[in-house]
């Protein structure tokens, strides 16, 4: 498969090559090509995520079905993270590159499974998303560390683990205030 440029006359020219596995790759690394968004890629990509946890929360799963599913997810986009991670750090030549956003997926997933409470109102999916989203941006201690030192498929993925456990840590802070 190719893309084409029009020239004058009726002619074209290649522009590149592209494969259908290139695309099928870059469908499932930029999040279902919401991290491709030109602004914010990983809040857009992390609304995987969220969509996945609000899947079982909108079906009224008990609690621990709906961190058994977070779980799940986590796992799988770990998976997946791990088996793109080579092919997008090539793709976008970065060591983490911004549209590559299956990090983000795994890190808001995560935020349900540490959370030491039963998240059962939209508010919560929310708040949680967007603690998450700003805890990630700005990097906690213990994610920074990994953010700056580890620039492996691993350290891309585990900064954003550490920001889901500080995000779930101050959820549960603000429902013992309230």
Same mark, same amino acid.
């Given at each position: 498969?190719?893309?084409?440029?029009?020239?004058?006359?009726?002619?074209?020219?290649?522009?590149?090559?592209?494969?259908?596995?290139?695309?099928?790759?870059?469908?499932?690394?930029?999040?279902?090509?919401?991290?491709?968004?030109?602004?914010? /890629?990983?809040?857009?990509?992390?609304?995987?995520?969220?969509?996945?946890?609000?899947?079982?929360?909108?079906?009224?799963?008990?609690?621990?079905?709906?961190?058994?599913?977070? +779980? $799940?997810?986590?796992?799988?986009?770990?998976?997946?993270?791990?088996?793109? $991670?080579?092919? &997008?750090?090539?793709?976008?030549?970065?060591?983490?590159?911004?549209?590559?956003?299956?990090?983000?997926? @795994?890190?808001? +997933?995560?935020?349900?499974?540490?959370?030491?409470? &039963?998240? $059962?109102?939209?508010?919560?999916?929310?708040?949680?998303?967007?603690?998450?989203?700003?805890?990630?941006?700005?990097?906690? /201690?213990?994610?920074?560390?990994?953010?700056?030192?580890?620039? $492996?498929?691993?350290?891309?993925?585990?900064?954003?683990? @550490?920001?889901?456990?500080?995000?779930?840590?101050?959820?549960?802070? @603000?429902?013992? +205030?309230?």
């Amino acid at each position: 498969m190719h893309f084409f440029r029009r020239k004058f006359k009726g002619e074209f020219d290649i522009i590149s090559p592209v494969k259908i596995s290139d695309i099928f790759k870059l469908f499932l690394a930029s999040g279902f090509f919401l991290g491709l968004s030109p602004v914010v /890629p990983g809040s857009f990509g992390a609304l995987s995520g969220l969509a996945w946890h609000y899947t079982a929360w909108h079906f009224q799963w008990d609690p621990m079905h709906v961190r058994i599913w977070c +779980l $799940t997810g986590a796992v799988f986009f770990s998976a997946i993270h791990y088996l793109l $991670t080579p092919w &997008a750090q090539k793709h976008w030549g970065d060591p983490d590159p911004k549209h590559f956003v299956l990090d983000e997926i @795994v890190g808001y +997933l995560c935020v349900p499974v540490f959370c030491p409470f &039963a998240m $059962t109102e939209l508010w919560h999916l929310l708040a949680a998303f967007v603690i998450f989203r700003i805890f990630d941006a700005i990097k906690l /201690p213990g994610a920074r560390y990994i953010d700056r030192n580890i620039h $492996t498929a691993s350290g891309v993925l585990f900064d954003d683990v @550490v920001s889901a456990a500080w995000t779930a840590l101050a959820l549960w802070g @603000v429902a013992a +205030l309230v």
